[in-house]
C-alpha cells in the first residue's frame, strides 16, 4: 500500500470545500482514541476512525477514497458499529474498512477470564449435578465479572432466547441437554392440546407420555424446556415443562404448540430437554442460573490458555443504515446476541471477505437498497439463518439488484432447526452465484418475490433430519415467479422420514418458474407421496428443463390440486391468504404482473376442467427410479434414462462436465451443455477467513 497522507482538525478547519486527497486512518488495539490516527499513533477504537472520517468530509467534496485500516486484534463493540448518510463514500471515492491482517475481530461480548472460573463447593448445586460431572464443572458470577442482562427464556419460542452463548476458542458451547445427541421421542399422545394454527385458542397444553426415568431427576421449578417436532417435521418449537407426573410417566407442557402435539408425519415425534443443570454432564456444555447471576460450565480443555466470550450485544455488530459505497473487507464478526452485520437502505455498498460466525440470529442481513453486495465472505454457526438479501418494489416490479457471491454458507441453523435458511433472496431482481452451501438439518435456500437469479451454486447435505422439505423453497404465493433457478449442483439432499423431500420444492400453487441445467445426485426421497426431486406442490406453470438427474429415486413429482381447492384457495380460503397477496400485497390482474406474467390473465377466475400442468424438456436421468408423477407433461423425445454414463468427463471424481462427444446429444438433440466447470465459488475468489472445502 502506498504511504497516504491523514489530514487532521487543524488542517480541516483551514480547509475550504475544495476535493479533499485520499486518506489512511489506523486502528490497533494498542492504539489511542486521543491519537492522530496516522500508522505511528492509530487510534484505539473504530467508533473514534467514524468520527474522524465524518469529520474529514466536512471539509468538503470527496476525489480519492478513504480508507480505515484495522490491524489485527479483538475490539469488543458494546453497541453496533453504526454507518449513516455521514459516512458514506462514492462510486470514484468509497470509503472502506480493511482489516489490515487476517485476525481482526469485532465481537459483541464481554471476555471471561480464566481466573474467574472457581470449582462447584456448593452442596445443593453439587446435589443436581451428575456424578461424572461432579469437581469438572466450573463457575462464575456473571454480576462480579458486569455481565447483568441474562436475558430470559420464554414459555414457548423458535430459535434463541436473548440469553448470552458462550464460545471457547471460537467454538459454541452447548446449553446443557439431553440426550447430548439426537432425540428421544414420545412414547404416547395423552393430549394433543389447543391448535391456535386452526384458531382453537383454548390454551390447552399438550400432554404425553415419556419412556424411561431420565425426566424425574429433572427440577421443573428451576425450569425445563423441551425442543421438539411436536405435530410436523417440518416444523419445530420450544415450550417449557409445566409438570412431570413420575408415576404416569407423563409431561405436561405450559403451552400449546401452534400445531399441537400430534402425529403430522409419518416419523416418531421427537424432544429433547434443554437449559438443565441435571444434563450439564459432559465437556463442553454450559448452564446460566439466572437468579443468581452464575455461569456453569465444563471446559472442553484448559481454560487458563483460552479465550472465553459471553456474547452480549443484543443488536448488529455493524449497521450500514441508508449509507452507500461503503465497503467492509475482511473483518471477523462473532459472538453477539443479534445479526452480525446488517444492511439498510442505501446503495451500492460491499461486504468482502468477511467471516461472521458464531451469532445468535442471520450473520448478514441485507434489507432495502439497491445494487448492495455481498462477496467472497464466509458466513457459518449462526443461529437462525445465513445471508439474506431483500431488496427491490414487488408492486412495481422495480429490482433491487443486490448480489451474492462467491461465498461459503455453512451451519446457519443452530438455534432453529426448521426455516433458517442459509440464503435467502428477498423481493425483485437479487442474484446468488457461485456461492456453496451445506449443513443444514432443514431447507438451505428460499426464493421470496420476483426475477432473482440462483446460479452457478452447490447445494449439498441439507435437510438431512427433516420430512415434508426441500433444499431449495418457494411457496404459497403464486404472485411470486419469473425466478430462473440454473446451473447449479445439488447433492446429497434428503432424508428417508416418509413423507418424501426434494431438492427444488414449489409449494401450496406456486408456478412460475424455471429449473434449467442443473445436475442433481442422490437428490430427495418419494417418501408415501408424490414427492420428486424437482416437486410442485399444487402449482402450475414451472419448468423444469436441460437439467442431469443421476442416482435419484424420482426425478419430477408433483401433487396437483383439484378444480374445489383451487377455487376455495383463490377465494381465500385454506389458509394461503391469497386474496390478500395477489391483489393487495400486489395486483395481479393488472399491469406490470400481466404484462410481466400474460398467463396471470384469468388466474382469479380458475375454471372446473381448466388444464393446469408444469412442463417437463430435454432432462437427461441417469440411474433413477421413476420419471415423473402428476401434472407434468413433455414428450417421450424430450427425456432421456439410462442406467450408464451418459459422457460425463469423470463421474468418479464428481466432475459432471459433458464431453463433446457424449451420448445425451445423440439422444436429445435440443439438450444444451451445462458449464459445470463454472459452478461453484471461483477459483482465486477470497471465501472469508477460512477456504471454501468440499
Known sequence: MNQLTTIFAATLLAMTTHALSAATFFVAPDGN?????????????????????????????LAEPITVLVRDGAYRLGESLTLDARDAGTAAAPVTWQAAGKDARLYGGATLPADALRPVTDQNVLARLDPAARGKVLWADLRALGVTELGSLPDNFRGAPTSPEVFFNDQRLALACWPNEGWTTIAKIIDSGSIPRVGDNSNRPGVFEYEGDRPER????????LQGYWCYDWYEEIIRVKAIDREKHQITLTTP??????QGNPSPRRYRALNLLEELDRPGEFYIDRAVGRLYLWPPSDPASARIVLSTLNSPLVLLADTENVVL??????????SGIQVSGGRDNRIEACEVRNMRLLGIHVSGGTGHRVVGSAIHDTGTGGLVLEGGDRKTLTPGGHEALDNHIWQFSRHQFTSAYGLILGGVGNRAAHNLVHDAPHQAIALQGNDHVFEYNVVRNVVTETDDAGALYKGRNPSCRGNLIRYNFWHDIGSPMGHGTAAVYFDDGDGGDTVFGNVFLRCGYPGRGSFGTVFSHG????RAENNIFIDCQRAIGSAPWPDDRWKRTVDGGEDCFWQERLLKDVDITKPPYTTRYPE??????????????????????VRCGDVTSGNWTFEPAEIWSTGDDPGFVDAAHDNYQLRADAEVFKHLPGFQPIPFDKIGPRKGAEIGAKEAKE
Do not use: C, S
Request: aromatic share 8%; glycine share 12%; hydrophobic share 40%.
Open 539 to 542: 402449482g402450475h406453470d414451472n
Open 218 to 225: 429433572w427440577n421443573v421449578d428451576a425450569g425445563v424446556w
Open 329 to 338: 473487507r475482511g473483518f471477523i464478526v462473532e459472538a453477539g446476541l443479534g
Open 33 to 61: 482514541d486521543a491519537n492522530p490516527g496516522t500508522e505511528a499513533k492509530p487510534f484505539a477504537t473504530l467508533p473514534r476512525a467514524r468520527d474522524a472520517v465524518r469529520q474529514l468530509k466536512q471539509a468538503g467534496p
Open 257 to 262: 404448540t401452534v400445531y399441537g402435539v400430534k
Open 600 to 621: 396471470l390473465v384469468g388466474f382469479m377466475q380458475p375454471q372446473p376442467g381448466q388444464p393446469r400442468v408444469n412442463r417437463a424438456k430435454n432432462n437427461v436421468l
